[in-house]
DNA sequence: CCAAAATATGGAGACAGTTTCCGTTTGTCA
DNA sequence: TGACAAACGGAAACTGTCTCCATATTTTGG
């Protein structure tokens, strides 16, 4: 999926530069600057960036899809470096709070990708892969219950996402994982 | 709010006709019909669908806000009818119930709606509030702990509204209202 | 019941943002 | 270094949005 194209040097330069303006706009809280504006501001032609982002849409994809990745090696090294129960707990809770040092990011790729699409479909299964590893850890270990599925806790996180506008949101979002992490607690 | 401005016949005819064609396309799960298409679908001019909704946005508000109504009514039946934490988990169930019976309806205003307006912001309160008070009758009767706000309810309830276009969806919704009924379950 | 006033209608056309297309430029490979 | 392929840029065509106003409908008051 990383394979499979060698780019030539300057379509390679020109798709990380409008990458690079894309997440910098993004994260401004800039999401429907004209599109013919926003290769002009990377420096790029309209047909350049319609190339390798033919809509709106796939170019946020293509920022939320770095996001997940990362958000994914970030699940990896913690239930590597943790036990179960902690790793869980560590990666929720700093889920919230990546969220909130990149709020226009996050407002912005939540309006820009609201017409679901297959690649956001994907990415959304690999961050609930990277949960549901957690999730069995912890179950295995004991520590939390095992009738609820990784979904679930993912669509609490949807929600966090989805509602990050309001003005006391950090206090919720805290509320949303507490409310995650004590029910999932074996009782 | 529902007074103030006694509409001419003709022209409430008209709305009407415009809001239930515009509940059914979206529950239908068309929200990107063209515009002007979607005013002869209604039977009507596109001037006058402008006059009556000045953006989609604005159509998806109104039905939206009906939407909240009902709900909110619901939250007060139940409240009135039933001991307060049988009315929080019977109203946080019902959610996920009406939600599933209306499956178009409910991700076609999400994806509209993604981009906030103060109209929807509005009825988030609204509903808010009326979990709020659910939640504080709930939490004076002793059946829940009381340091979790209303509005860490409502995310998880926006992140079950938000991901509702995945195949397994209603376990997974039913998982969310596990998690939080017994996360908020005083230990 | 009718005329005048008030209100609403519809859709042609102006407009703005999107997208295509192709002649020119740049990079690659032998 | 030359020839070929890949990528570039942006003018122009296209597509959906929104405004405006001459016409039609409803309401009001005499």
Redesign the interface.
């Known amino acids: 999926m990383t394979t499979a194209k060698p780019l030539r040097a300057d379509a390679r330069r020109n798709r990380d530069a409008l990458l690079t303006k894309a997440r910098e706009l993004f994260d401004g809280g800039c999401f429907n600057l004209r599109f013919d504006d926003f290769a002009k501001l990377a420096g790029v032609g309209i047909g350049t960036l319609y190339r390798h982002f033919p809509t709106r849409e796939a170019l946020a994809e293509a920022v939320y899809h770095e996001e997940i990745v990362a958000m994914c090696a970030r699940a990896q090294e913690l239930q590597a470096t943790l036990p179960a129960d902690e790793a869980l707990a560590a990666f929720l809770r700093g889920f919230v709070t990546h969220l909130d040092t990149h709020r226009g990011l996050a407002q912005t790729l939540?309006?820009l990708t609201?017409?679901?699409s297959e690649a956001l479909?994907e990415g959304g299964q690999a961050l609930g892969e990277a949960v549901a590893g957690l999730l069995n850890a912890a179950a295995e270990a004991g520590a939390i219950r095992n009738d609820?599925?990784a979904?679930?806790?993912?669509?609490?996180?949807?929600?966090?996402?989805?509602?990050y506008?309001?003005p006391?949101?950090l206090?919720?979002?805290?509320?949303?994982i507490?409310?995650?992490?004590?029910?999932?607690r074996r009782?």
Chains 1, 2 share one sequence.
């Open positions: 939540s309006t609201a017409t679901r479909t609820v599925g979904g679930a806790v993912m669509m609490a996180l949807h929600g966090i996402c989805a509602a506008d309001q006391e949101c206090t919720d979002a805290d509320g949303v507490t409310l995650v992490l004590d029910g999932l009782r």
